[in-house]
């Protein structure tokens, strides 16, 4: 099965850090979606790519997120300087639009982010 | 802004016993998703309703989408071990049908 791939699964970082995740999405897909999950605040949408272009990223603190995609096997989420509230699980998830309806967005495996 | 509404937070059944979350969105929806995510897991794609008063059934899992289209549901028959995680919905977002919001998810556990 193809898979959305993101890297790395655990990350723990001191405040202040840099912090960089990646995503591969599903080769030939068209969509890309940045996700965060707390327990208190559960999945927000932080930004939205279609055919590599940024559509939405009104969900991230722009002060100090940044999303990009640098081609269309790349997807990147930048946190500087990170801080503690931001410890949360990123996923990324793909699709292709409009097939979606039926097979919905995968969704990769996640990175545990710990902020200290 | 448009939110997506799952109720309840929790529920804990016995193994055999039957399970519905409910999902409400403040607005119309063009079509709604349903993913499940296992505990310490992704979440995955179930299915899509995209037409008023639709029912869909997978197996033991029936989905509805309201006539009204601004409410869900997702009902299992006879739940088993394997049934545990929580289920979300997930409706559009505003006039840009392809970004989702999730409803906050209805977390399962059912004791065998």
């Known amino acids: 099965d193809a898979r959305v791939t993101q890297t790395p699964r655990h990350k723990v970082t001191e405040m202040g850090q840099e912090v960089t995740m990646r995503c591969q999405p599903i080769l030939g897909h068209n969509t890309v979606f940045w996700y965060r999950q707390t327990m208190m605040q559960g999945l927000e949408l932080l930004a939205y790519?279609?055919?590599?272009?940024?559509?939405?990223d009104s969900g991230m603190p722009k002060d100090r997120f940044s999303a990009e995609m640098p081609d269309a096997t790349l997807a990147t989420l930048k946190i500087q300087p990170s801080e503690p509230r931001d410890s949360a699980v990123y996923f990324c998830?793909?699709?292709?639009?409009?097939?979606?309806?039926?097979?919905?967005?995968?969704f990769g495996s996640g990175t545990r982010l710990t902020v200290v | 802004g448009q939110q997506v509404m799952q109720i309840p937070q929790y529920q804990h059944v016995q193994e055999g016993e039957d399970f519905t979350t409910y999902c409400n969105s403040s607005?119309?929806?063009?079509?709604i998703q349903w993913y499940k995510q296992r505990p310490g897991g992704h979440p995955v794609f179930l299915i899509q309703l995209v037409k008023s008063g639709e029912v869909k059934k997978q197996k033991r899992l029936t989905f509805q989408f309201g006539e009204a289209k601004k409410n869900s549901s997702l009902h299992i028959t006879a739940t088993q071990t394997t049934d545990v995680g929580t289920y979300f919905c997930a409706g559009p977002r505003g006039n840009a049908g392809n970004m989702l919001t999730f409803g906050g998810g209805t977390r399962l556990m059912v004791k065998p």
């Open positions: 998830a793909s699709g292709l639009v409009p097939e979606q309806a039926n097979y919905g967005y995968t």
């Open positions: 607005t119309t929806l063009s079509n």
């Open positions: 790519f279609r055919n590599r272009a940024p559509l939405d």
